[in-house]
């Protein structure tokens, strides 16, 4: 049998490719969800409604047909469900029909050029809004689910960028079809619900990685800080990747937790302090930063780390005694996960390198001693801050 995996664009009659419209005629079965299947309901062929590709993969089994096709919407390499069911179906002729995405419709429509754009679907995502916003000057966002195009205007004013301009799209190349544009502080009240798109502009994207942000930038207050050249090469140690979940073990002002944010906007910080006012104190500086994905919990470590998404990326900044129980919980999770420790102490020092040697790993330790200048009177002085230590490493 052969099978078609076809984009039909985002309407599905006037966006077809022509060879999307001569593979359908040549189907003798067509599998899809409802409103794609509902155009193509007078061609005399079988319809199976499912979008499951399971489900799918099993009726495509179980039919006889020469030819059948599998409609997608918007164009199968864009978040489409073309991803899961391609590896289902290894022992059939396969062929993938490009189509019009919405993207390519919407950004032609508003005469956007999108190749430096970050596409980011919120299916199911709820905490890399913001992040991303800040970071690029042009983001994509294929909304759906309980984000809708209100909550993430009103995502961008809690972060700071109520002025970023929006272009929100819905029910596109359908009749109905909606295009409302406009800064995101006006937008926070508008009524698109369900499947929608959305293209932000930021002209003030930082469109760079921060990294040794001034102390005098965050919020201090009178909660301990990983002072900026340290958190500099610890936050760089850990290597952290585009999407990885990183823990941040007594986060005080949220300083590595921001620096940490920047590195993973299509991940998540979780931040962790046994004080509730360095909890707030590293929510507010999320805010200050457009770092929604930070994640701030209270709690005395290792015990609220148990129901806490399994890390990839862990900084210890302040263990409070318990560094032992925290190092057991992380290879609990996972025993791959890299950890970045500072110390200031000596006996914080032996009880880090004590952690990795009990699992069998020999940790790099960089020992760092900062002095700053400080002008008094006319003269320039020299202020010496106290050394840190720095442990990190894998544990297996």
Not at 17 to 40: D, Q, V, Y
Not at 224 to 230: C, L, N, Q, Y
Not at 274 to 279: I, P, R
Request: proline letters at 3%; a negative charge; charged letters at 20%.
């Amino acid at each position: 049998m052969k099978i078609y995996i076809i984009g039909i664009g985002v309407n599905g009659i006037d966006s077809l490719t022509k060879e999307a419209e001569s593979t359908i005629a040549e189907a003798s079965l067509l599998i899809g969800a409802e409103r794609m299947l509902n155009p193509f309901s007078s061609l005399g062929k079988e319809l199976f409604c499912s979008y499951i590709p399971k489900e799918i993969a099993a009726k495509l089994r179980s039919c006889e047909y020469g030819c059948a096709a599998v409609l997608m919407s918007g164009d199968c390499g864009f978040f489409s469900g073309t991803k899961k069911l391609l590896p289902l179906l290894n022992e059939y002729d396969v062929k993938v029909v490009a189509g019009i995405s919405s993207a390519a419709y919407f950004c032609g429509k508003l005469g956007i050029s999108y190749e430096q754009m970050k596409f980011v679907s919120l299916h199911g995502q709820s905490s890399n809004i913001a992040v991303n916003v800040r970071l690029n000057r042009q983001c994509f966002f294929l909304l759906g689910g309980d984000i809708t195009a209100a909550e993430v205007c009103r995502r961008l004013c809690r972060y700071g960028m109520g002025d970023v301009t929006v272009h929100i799209g819905a029910d596109l190349g359908y009749p109905d079809e909606r295009v409302v544009s406009g800064r995101a502080e006006n937008l926070i009240d508008n009524d698109i619900c369900g499947l929608a798109v959305m293209i932000t502009v930021n002209m003030d994207a930082l469109r760079r990685i921060p990294s040794a942000i001034s102390d005098e930038e965050f919020l201090r207050d009178k909660v301990p800080m990983t002072k900026s050249e340290v958190r500099c090469i610890a936050v760089s140690k850990m290597n952290i990747e585009c999407d990885s979940v990183v823990w941040d073990i007594g986060c005080g002002t949220g300083a590595v937790s921001v620096e940490a944010a920047c590195r993973c906007p299509d991940g998540e910080v979780l931040a962790f302090d046994k004080k509730a006012e360095a909890v707030l104190l590293t929510e507010k500086n999320a805010r200050l930063f457009g770092c929604d994905n930070i994640i701030a919990a209270e709690g005395n470590c290792p015990e609220c780390l148990a129901e806490a998404e399994t890390p990839d990326k862990v900084f210890i900044g302040g263990s409070s005694g318990n560094m032992s129980g925290i190092f057991d919980v992380i290879y609990t999770k996972n025993p791959n996960a890299y950890i970045t420790v500072t110390a200031v102490s000596l006996e914080t020092l032996s009880d880090a390198v004590k952690c990795f040697e009990k699992y069998g790993s020999s940790p790099e330790i960089a020992q760092i001693s900062v002095t700053r200048t400080e002008k008094l009177g006319t003269h320039t002085m020299l202020k010496a801050q106290n050394p840190v230590f720095i442990i990190s490493g894998g544990l297996t």
